[in-house]
T-cell receptor, first 114, second 115 residues
């Protein structure tokens, strides 16, 4: 089955630790995205990537880092510099060509920093 | 990208049509209207999009007013599984045919379908 996988579904970390969230897609999509969602709020874009080895900051990139070494993978690292890391993190992907590029979302990772 | 305004919540009886409004009075000529929904604790799911013509697919219909300042998403026969947050998003399509695809999600409409 084609789709996007994120692991783990729930993640707990101590304050001050870096943590990396996984995102893998087998849809052969060029573009990948990371969003953050806080309770009762919409999604906010953290980082996006249109092509391997290239990525751009979104609206709330501070305290986060990403890499895109393979087309299928776009891991997100939440660093200790992120002041409020507890949130629901969503990864998405889309084709790049054309105006529509409907985004397909993964199931999300809920990160809790203790 | 243009901002959208949606009611915070709506109710619908199972089996009836759910009509979800969205106001996007500042939409520009090259912006599309997209609808996504998010069931609790899951990733958003694409529903439908349109530019100026009405659109229909297996999930829903999208009615866009002639002046394009508002639209309505219609779920023709709502079921309990349609209970979710529905997001209306307007987004420009890059004139060059590519776009980094940023979707600006507002707070959406919480649709509750009851028996």
């Amino acid at each position: 089955d084609g789709g996007i996988t994120q692991s783990p579904k729930y993640l707990f970390r101590k304050e001050g630790q870096n943590v990396t969230l996984s995102c893998e897609q087998n849809l052969n999509h060029d573009a990948m995205y990371w969003y953050r969602q806080d309770p009762g709020q919409g999604l906010r874009l953290i980082y996006y990537s249109q092509i391997v080895n290239d990525f751009q900051k979104g609206d709330i990139a501070e305290g986060y880092s990403v890499s895109r070494e393979k087309k299928e993978s776009f891991p997100l690292t939440v660093t200790s510099a992120q002041k409020n890391p507890t949130a629901f993190y969503l990864c998405a992907s889309s084709i790049i060509a054309g105006p529509y590029n409907e985004q397909f979302f993964g199931p999300g990772t809920r990160l809790t920093v203790l | 990208d243009a901002k959208t305004t949606q009611p915070p919540s709506m109710d619908c009886a199972e089996g009836r049509a759910a009509n979800l409004p969205c106001n996007h009075s500042t939409i520009s000529g090259n912006e599309y209207v997209y609808w996504y929904r998010q069931i609790h604790s899951q990733g958003p799911q694409y529903i439908i999009h349109g530019l100026k013509n009405n659109e229909t697919n297996e999930m829903a219909s999208l009615i866009i007013t002639e002046d394009r300042k508002s639209s309505t998403l219609i779920l023709p026969h709502a079921t309990l599984r349609d209970t979710a947050v529905y997001y209306c998003i307007v987004r420009v399509a890059n004139a060059g045919g590519t776009s980094y695809g940023k979707l600006t999600f507002g707070q959406g409409t919480i649709l509750t379908v009851h028996p």
